[in-house]
C-alpha cells in the first residue's frame, strides 16, 4: 500500500507523538516507565545498513529529548539499541531464516521470536537510559529495578500496540 519510506515516515511521527503526548504522561508507580517509541528502530528492516540505524535511533532519541527536555538521554540509549540490534539478530537468527522476510516484526517472525528480540532490545535501550539518568553507581539496585519492571511493561504494550494497528494475518 505505501512505500517502506512513506511507512517508515508516519511510523516515526505515529510513534514520537504517542510516546509524547501519551506514554510520557503514563507512571505506574516510580520504577515503571512505558517507552513505545524504540519500537521505530525495532521494525526497521533487517538489510538497513548500521550507519542508517543509527542515524535513525539518534533522531528518534533526539526528538524525544527535545520534547521531553532530557538533554540526549533518550538519544544515546537509542543509539546504543540500534547499534546492537544487528548483533540481537543475528545471535537469534541464522541468515537463511531471514533471507525471505523484509522486517524483524511480529508478522513476518512470530510472536515468540519477536517477545525474545524486544526484550532485549528494551533491557539494554533500558539500562542505558536509567544508567545514564541515574549516573551513579549508588543508585545500580534502582537502575536494575526500573529496567526489570520497565521492559516488560514496554514490550507488553509494544505487542498490543503492533496487534491494534497491524493485526496478524492467518
Do not use: C
Not at 539500562?127 to 521492559?151: N, P, R, Y
Amino acid at each position: 500500500m505505501y512505500s517502506p519510506v512513506i511507512r517508515n515516515i508516519i511510523r516515526f511521527i505515529s510513534l514520537l507523538m504517542a510516546q509524547v503526548f501519551i506514554f510520557d504522561n503514563i507512571r505506574f508507580g516510580n520504577y515503571i516507565h512505558p517507552y513505545v517509541y524504540m519500537l521505530f528502530v525495532m521494525l526497521l528492516p533487517f538489510e538497513t545498513p548500521k550507519w542508517r540505524l543509527i542515524l535513525d535511533g539518534f533522531l528518534m532519541g533526539m526528538s524525544i529529548d527535545i520534547f521531553s527536555g532530557t538533554p540526549g538521554l533518550n538519544a544515546a540509549a537509542t543509539v546504543f539499541m540500534a547499534y546492537v540490534r544487528p548483533y540481537v539478530i543475528n545471535a537469534m537468527t541464522r541468515k537463511s531464516d531471514i533471507e525471505d522476510k523484509t522486517e524483524p516484526s511480529v508478522t513476518e517472525m512470530g510472536v515468540n521470536w519477536f517477545f525474545v528480540y524486544g526484550l532485549l532490545l528494551l533491557i539494554l535501550h533500558n539500562l542505558v537510559l536509567f544508567w545514564l539518568e541515574a549516573f551513579s553507581i549508588k543508585l545500580l539496585g534502582i537502575v536494575l529495578l526500573e529496567v526489570l519492571l520497565s521492559a516488560p511493561i514496554s514490550l507488553i504494550v509494544i505487542i498490543l500496540i503492533i496487534y491494534i494497528f497491524k493485526p496478524i494475518k492467518k
